[in-house]
């Protein structure tokens, strides 16, 4: 599994397309791009599906970030090009820390995405875990410490839901080769992730609670 092996779009796991995707998340400048990074976001969705009621909430939470997101973008799409312009917005009239801002909901969306990157490293380290004890830990060290006691028993019940493992991996497996392409998603999306936090960290808004 040689990181620079390029991968060609005919063949295909359900994780081809974010793949893709993730070559445009940033300008020739090295700026974080709105609509590639949110576009990325999408393209994972496809992935939660398969997890049916165990990541119920997941995808919802997940949705409404990337629509409060995607609608600020489309009402200025010169202005709100840059991802963080819409944070720099908020900072400056005080409305980032408000539980419907744009800051708030990117924050959220980059939680998921790190409790999902978490997951999948779970499943390519621990072969021998059951799909609850992945999404379990996985949980427990992304998510778990901003949710306060109701959003965190809810999210518990729903992952005892998780699918069987092996017929989870079957699905999105596709016709490529799933292990690799998860750890190329593991070992390329959170960089991008970690800028986020950095980011949001700058202005002390990185450890909102829900």
């Known amino acids: 599994m040689e990181k620079g092996e390029g ?9 081809t397309p974010s793949l893709e995707g993730m070559q445009h998340i940033k ?15 999408k393209l994972i969705l496809p992935v939660i ?4 009621a165990a ?14 997101l995607e609608k600020k973008y489309e009402s200025n799409p010169t202005k709100y090009n840059y991802l963080y312009n819409m944070v720099k917005e908020e900072v400056e009239c005080k409305t980032a820390k408000g539980s419907s801002s744009c800051t708030n909901g990117l924050l959220w969306l980059t939680r998921a995405m790190d409790f999902l990157v978490e997951l999948f ?3 390519l380290t621990h072969p021998d875990w059951t799909m609850v004890e992945a999404c ?3 949980y427990g060290k992304t998510l778990k410490k901003y949710h306060g006691w109701l959003a965190s028993s809810s999210f518990t019940v729903a992952l005892k839901l998780a699918p069987d493992r092996k017929k989870f991996m079957d699905v999105i497996a596709g016709s ?5 392409d998860m750890e190329k998603f593991c070992s390329t999306f959170p960089p991008y ?5 950095k980011f949001l960290a700058g202005f002390g808004l990185d450890d909102l609670k829900a």
Request: hydrophobic content about 35%; aromatic content about 6%; overall charge negative.
């Open 136 to 138: 379990t830990d996985s």
């Open 55 to 68: 990541m119920a909430l997941v995808k919802t939470d997940i949705g409404g970030n990337i629509s409060r």
């Open 7 to 15: 991968f060609s779009a005919m063949e295909g796991t359900v994780f």
């Open 176 to 180: 490529g080769d799933v292990n690799a």
């Open 49 to 52: 599906d398969k997890f049916g």
């Open 27 to 41: 300008s020739p400048q090295g700026e974080m791009l709105t609509k590639p990074f949110l576009d990325v976001c």
């Open 121 to 123: 490293r779970n499943l």
């Open 193 to 197: 992730l970690q800028e986020n936090h």
